[in-house]
């Protein structure tokens, strides 16, 4: 298997942005610059945890994914002939990770770390993916571990801002997607996937997707009523003109005949919104 492909199975670029929740959630428990070595245990478990779960994932998911276009093409590296190899290597990969946390950083952090695995693993993947509409609300709290696995890995303590930012990830899941889904309904139908979109059709799906928007806007300008939200300068400034835009592109399909493009769009912004988001957020304690 080459490099490109193992990283495509793994799903380098969720990774990556699951990796960006864990650092804000590190970043939100005031801190000194010597705890700032844990980082790299935290990433180091987090990303094999994050990348094992997304291989395990794929190879539950062979036989809907070669009935989508979006996916098919993974069946040329994840078959017959390999998935148990590559489950093998999988499995390694989450035990490693289990073990940087335990040793290198704490039992609560990585506890964290697992909770982010199993919820994506056997509660989104395999027990909600193919049976409910709220697969991807009630799945969507893989993200929102990997907050709080990055606010305990100094002290062991959840803090205020963790859980805001855990619940801010848990709420923007749906709009990243079920705008995504939108794009791929005829795909989600073939496979007998339930995604909302595919169920209640493009144009109430957008209106779902347009409610869920609002919450989510509705919880990100929370740190500006609760200080004990600490979020820093940054944020207050990026939150208002980000959101401003994640609305403005959930509003298009309605003035655009629920057109996919408009979709697409939102689809890619949601991904630019929490990346930026995030990265406010470094700046808690900074500014
Ligand atoms: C149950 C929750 C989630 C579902 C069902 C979901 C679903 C998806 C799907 C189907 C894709 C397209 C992948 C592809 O075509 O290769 C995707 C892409 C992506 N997702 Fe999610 N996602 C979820 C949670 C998350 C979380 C928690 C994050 C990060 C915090 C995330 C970040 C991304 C990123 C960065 C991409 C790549 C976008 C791109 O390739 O342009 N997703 N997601
Ligand atoms: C700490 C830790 C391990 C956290 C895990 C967080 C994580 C990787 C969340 C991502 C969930 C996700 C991308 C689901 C998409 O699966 P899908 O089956 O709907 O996507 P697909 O159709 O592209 O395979």
């Given at each position: 298997?080459?490099?490109?492909?193992?990283?495509?199975?793994?799903?380098?670029?969720?990774?990556?942005?699951v990796?960006?929740?864990?650092?804000?959630?590190?970043?939100s428990?005031?801190s000194?610059?010597n705890?700032?070595?844990?980082?790299?245990?935290?990433?180091?478990?987090?990303?094999?945890a994050?990348?094992?779960?997304?291989?395990?994932?794929?190879?539950?998911?062979?036989?809907?994914?070669?009935?989508?276009?979006?996916?098919?093409?993974?069946?040329?590296?994840?078959?017959?002939?390999?998935?148990?190899t590559i489950?093998?290597?999988?499995?390694?990969?989450?035990?490693?990770?289990?073990?940087?946390?335990?040793?290198?950083?704490?039992?609560?952090s990585?506890?964290?770390?697992?909770?982010?695995?199993?919820?994506?693993?056997?509660?989104?993947?395999?027990?909600?993916?193919?049976?409910?509409?709220?697969?991807?609300?009630?799945?969507?709290?893989?993200?929102?571990?990997?907050?709080?696995?990055?606010?305990?890995?100094?002290?062991?303590?959840?803090?205020?801002?963790?859980?805001?930012?855990?619940?801010?990830v848990?709420?923007?899941?749906?709009?990243?997607?079920?705008?995504?889904?939108?794009?791929?309904?005829?795909?989600?139908?073939?496979?007998?996937?339930?995604?909302?979109?595919?169920?209640?059709?493009?144009?109430?799906?957008?209106?779902?997707?347009?409610?869920n928007?609002?919450?989510?806007v509705?919880?990100?300008?929370?740190p500006?009523?609760?200080?004990?939200?600490?979020?820093?300068?940054?944020?207050?400034?990026?939150?208002?003109?980000?959101?401003?835009?994640?609305?403005?592109?959930?509003?298009?399909?309605?003035?655009?005949?629920?057109?996919?493009?408009?979709f697409k769009?939102?689809?890619?912004?949601?991904?630019i919104?929490?990346?930026?988001?995030?990265?406010?957020?470094?700046?808690?304690?900074v500014?």
């Amino acid at each position: 298997m080459k490099i490109n492909e193992f990283l495509k199975i793994s799903k380098f670029e969720i990774t990556f942005l699951v990796d960006m929740v864990a650092v804000a959630g590190f970043l939100s428990v005031k801190s000194s610059l010597n705890h700032f070595i844990l980082l790299i245990p935290l990433l180091l478990a987090g990303t094999l945890a994050s990348m094992s779960a997304s291989i395990f994932n794929n190879v539950y998911d062979m036989d809907i994914d070669k009935k989508m276009k979006r996916t098919s093409s993974r069946e040329s590296i994840i078959n017959s002939k390999n998935f148990k190899t590559i489950s093998e290597i999988s499995g390694f990969m989450l035990l490693a990770a289990l073990i940087i946390g335990i040793v290198f950083i704490n039992v609560i952090s990585t506890i964290f770390i697992f909770a982010g695995f199993v919820s994506y693993v056997a509660l989104y993947t395999m027990l909600l993916k193919r049976r409910t509409s709220w697969n991807i609300v009630i799945g969507g709290i893989a993200g929102s571990f990997p907050a709080l696995a990055g606010s305990t890995a100094i002290f062991g303590n959840i803090t205020i801002t963790s859980i805001f930012i855990a619940s801010l990830v848990f709420m923007w899941t749906p709009t990243h997607f079920w705008t995504l889904a939108t794009n791929n309904v005829d795909d989600y139908t073939a496979a007998g996937i339930p995604m909302l979109p595919s169920k209640i059709g493009i144009k109430r799906g957008a209106f779902w997707i347009l409610v869920n928007t609002v919450v989510l806007v509705s919880l990100s300008i929370l740190p500006f009523f609760f200080r004990e939200i600490k979020v820093g300068l940054p944020y207050y400034v990026l939150a208002i003109v980000l959101d401003a835009y994640l609305l403005y592109s959930v509003l298009q399909p309605f003035t655009h005949n629920y057109a996919k493009t408009y979709f697409k769009k939102a689809f890619h912004f949601s991904n630019i919104y929490l990346l930026l988001l995030l990265i406010a957020l470094f700046f808690v304690n900074v500014v």
